[in-house]
């Protein structure tokens, strides 16, 4: 060995310690850090869905990088004492805001396994077992939303990735030059405008899939809701025939299947019928919605989903999946291999066959095994059972409406037709002027005193609205109870305070 080599040797000889564990370490550094998982997982009577102070939260996460290691007992303090209490809860059986499906404890130990595989799912080479669950998973999630078994997918973060993929696709297939080649100006560089319908009761992502995508806003045309906040397929009709009129290149509907404000589902068999005649692609907006269709009290139209061309869906909402887990599911076989597949000189590909390679459906390389835990939980609780779940949720949202028109002081403000309520809280004697403002102010009360935690809406009519999204096996009727009758005391409560200080400025 050459003296060279001897002093490269030596400088390799010891490695840096501490980076690895044997398996006792693994076994008691692991149970310690389960207490803390399983203590912030339960004694949901104890504590609040949302932190009770926001101050000083940046304050503990201040700091320059350290130079050297803490010990695995300091970091676990860090959490107990640090992160844990700044934490908000989306688990917690108060928490009604936004659309967060709480997580079940067979998927969050599935996103720990996860992990601990470590598994890069681009490619089938480097990870075939983890392929073949994703694989089988989406078949499992096509079969329960009613489409055939040759449908395609992917899993992406969310519902907003997975609108977003869809949009490259329905852009990819029906665009009538080769997009991912010339792009949107076409092979002569002065092709039309495309367009792509959706309600004005969209969520903003389909309008940012159209920019990141190149066909811009302007090309996502709003179709005017009806009074259910559904789509209105006169308009949408009459939009097609007027931008056909003018060049432009219509080639696709995304319906929604569960509004973000109200939960709202387009009239999708409607929508189906129109994109067949004229000839589009229809996709399906069903982050929050579509797994409703397993339920027995689901509305009819989720029966519709299965004439889609595509479908986004979030198992992290209504299959109570750990964060993160979205999906795009795709009829026709091959579609998302035309809009992202690339056959890159340093990655060894699979063959062909059923040793698939993920990365060629999908616009990321490096690729989570996202699959693992909504596959631990499908086999947890199977189609029925998430069934069950669902149908809970979707009465006691009916419960809670129920609750709120009778009860002095409340208003339903919208239609619901999943697990969505929206009402306002409308004391007697106050005046329309001040009912935005005590709105808003009922809900920051309901999160500072720790009672829940819901959000707030702006609806048709232009003002706020209280909205309560069930997407939760731990919330009660018992819980629904107390947000509505706390909802009404606290909104008599804050009129009568600021009437009574509006009286003494009066007579100062």
């Known amino acids: 060995m050459s003296n060279r080599l001897q002093e490269l040797r030596r400088a390799v000889e010891h490695q840096p310690p501490g980076f690895d564990w044997d398996a006792r370490q693994w076994r008691e550094q692991g149970s310690r850090l389960l207490e803390i998982v399983a203590s912030a997982s339960t004694g949901w009577d104890t504590r609040r869905p949302s932190p009770a102070d926001l101050d000083g939260v940046l304050g503990l996460f201040d700091g320059l990088v350290p130079s050297g290691g803490a010990s695995f007992e300091e970091l676990m303090q860090r959490l107990e004492h640090d992160v844990l209490p700044a934490s908000a809860y989306n688990g917690h059986r108060r928490w009604l805001a936004y659309i967060m499906g709480a997580p079940t404890p067979i998927s969050v130990l599935g996103a720990f396994a996860a992990a601990a595989l470590n598994q890069n799912t681009g490619l089938w080479r480097v990870a075939p077992s983890a392929t073949a669950i994703e694989l089988q998973t989406l078949r499992w999630v096509a079969e329960m939303l009613g489409l055939p078994q040759t449908t395609e997918g992917i899993f992406v973060s969310g519902g907003q990735m997975a ?17 991912r080649r010339f792009g949107m100006r076409g092979p002569e560089g002065s092709a039309p405008r495309v367009r792509i319908y959706a309600s004005s009761e969209l969520h903003y992502c389909h309008e940012q899939a159209a920019e990141l995508l190149g066909m811009g806003r ?11 906040y559904r789509m209105r397929v006169d308009a949408l009709v009459q939009m097609i025939a007027e931008d056909r009129a003018r060049g432009d290149v219509p080639i696709a509907i995304v319906g929604t299947a569960g509004t973000v404000g109200t939960g709202a589902i387009d009239p999708l068999e409607q929508l189906s019928e ?13 982050a929050y919605g579509a797994f409703a269709a397993m339920a027995d009290s689901s509305p009819p139209e989720l029966r519709a989903l299965a004439a889609a061309d595509s479908i986004a869906c979030d198992p992290h909402k209504w299959l109570f999946s750990a964060i993160d887990a979205g999906i795009v599911l795709v009829r026709e076989p091959g579609r998302l291999e035309r809009s992202f597949s690339f056959h890159a000189s340093y990655l060894e590909t699979a063959a062909s066959g059923a040793q698939i390679d993920l990365l060629e459906r999908s616009p990321e390389n490096s690729r989570p095994l996202r699959a693992l835990k909504v596959w631990l939980a499908i086999q947890a609780f199977g189609r029925d059972g998430y069934a069950a779940m669902i149908d809970h949720n979707i009465r006691l949202a009916a419960y809670l409406e129920e609750l709120v028109r009778t009860t002095a002081g409340l208003e339903l403000a919208a239609p619901r037709r999943l697990s969505i309520v929206c009402w306002r809280v409308h004391p007697a004697g106050v005046g329309a002027e001040a009912l935005d403002t005590l709105q808003t102010s009922v809900i920051a009360e309901l999160e500072r005193r720790g009672i829940a935690m819901i959000s707030n809406v702006r609806l048709r009519d232009g003002h706020a609205a209280l909205r309560a999204c069930i997407t939760n096996f731990r919330t009660s009727a018992e819980d629904v109870e107390d947000i509505v009758r706390s909802s009404a005391e606290l909104g008599a409560e804050i009129a009568a305070n600021g009437s009574e200080a509006a009286t003494k400025a009066s007579r100062s």
């Not at 977003?164 to 852009?171: D, G, K, N, T």
């Not at 129109?274 to 069903?286: C, F, P, Q, S």
């Open 274 to 286: 129109v994109a067949r005649r004229e000839d589009l692609w229809l996709h399906i907006d069903g």
């Open 218 to 228: 302007e090309a996502v045309r709003k179709v005017p809701a009806d009074d259910q």
């Open 163 to 179: 609108n977003i993929v869809a949009h490259a696709v329905l852009r990819d297939a029906k665009t009538p030059w080769d997009t």
